[in-house]
């Protein structure tokens, strides 16, 4: 019995001992790789915790099983995965769960790269990618070309930007995405081979919006957005404090109190002139206690586009009237027309209105 004892015991403490930079196959996506391992071995075969060096500078590190990689994390570990109807086959790291990538993790090849949640090894959730090969829409609908943004379950969600070919022309949409098809308001670029023109355009579920109310519609849900006031322009506002109270007179003021050749020297936008612009809507609140009164108004311009901006002291504008405004633009927007046409206005925090 003695002589069975001391036999049987080297066996029992080679299941469970550990080795330190042994080579050895492991199977890791289901591939199988030769690997530098350390850790826990049964049988001489990776088991429980450990890591594994493959080739190229890939690793694993967490549970394995009879040479099985289970769970743990990932290193730039090659991997194929399916997405958005396109295999594609690059490295993965990031979390790894039932031998798949799952939770966490980055994918990244030539054409493709996403980054966020995983689901059984697919890309399902909420993340953010870039890819030279998408489909936006749907049936005969569907546009394939190159996107960057967010995703949402594999489809564009979020704010992103689509490019794709049309003849000659190159598209490029930029705005809000829902379940892979143009969501709210987007900026249109044609880049024709000779010029580029950039307009707004508004969708709802995929379909295009094109009639003035429902472009008002939405301008009208933009009044509660923050707007910004950069340093050169609020310089500027108190240079001329009377003229934006409202007290300025016009239109001489439009020649001796703008200093457009000093402000033009600066780095923010100028002044702009909308003449006999249509008041669409006119909305005033007071935006905190004490505060002086803030009129918010859309205005459609001789051309079709529309401008909303925000001014104080003017109390005798409504909707139907007709209007002239010098205008200061507080941030770029596509709320209005393509930047040759005007520049844009997000939110005019000082104007003068005539």
Known sequence: MKKLLLLILPA???????????ETEITVFGNPMTAVYTGKVKRKVPNKEGSAVLSDDAA??????????????????PYSTTY???????????????TLPSGNGSFESDTFKYEGTWTGGTPDGTGTMTADQFSVGT??????GSYSGGVNQGLADGT??????EGNNEIEMVGTFAKNQYDGLMTKTVRYPDTEKSWPVYYRNGTLQDSPAAMIAYLEGMRSESYCLKEAQLSFINDHAALFEGTGNAPDTYSTAFDYESFADTDEPAFIQISNA?????????????ADT?????????????????????EDVNNGDTVSICALPLCRSTLTAP???YSAIDAAGASLIR
């Open 12 to 22: 029992v403490l080679l299941a469970g001992c550990s080795v330190k930079e042994q």
């Open 60 to 77: 694993v590190e967490g549970i394995f099983a009879d040479g099985v990689f289970v769970s743990g994390t990932a290193d730039e570990v």
């Open 84 to 98: 958005n109807t396109q295999t594609i086959t690059g490295t993965y790291s990031g979390e790894v769960a039932e």
């Open 139 to 144: 049936g005969d609908s569907a546009v394939t």
């Open 160 to 165: 992103g930007t689509f490019t794709y070919q």
């Open 278 to 290: 249509a008041v669409k809507s006119v909305q005033r609140y007071i935006p905190y206690e004490g």
């Open 294 to 314: 803030v009129t918010s108004m859309i205005v459609q311009n001789h051309e079709g586009w529309y401008h909303l901006f925000f001014t104080y002291a003017v």
């Open 339 to 341: 930047e040759d046409d």
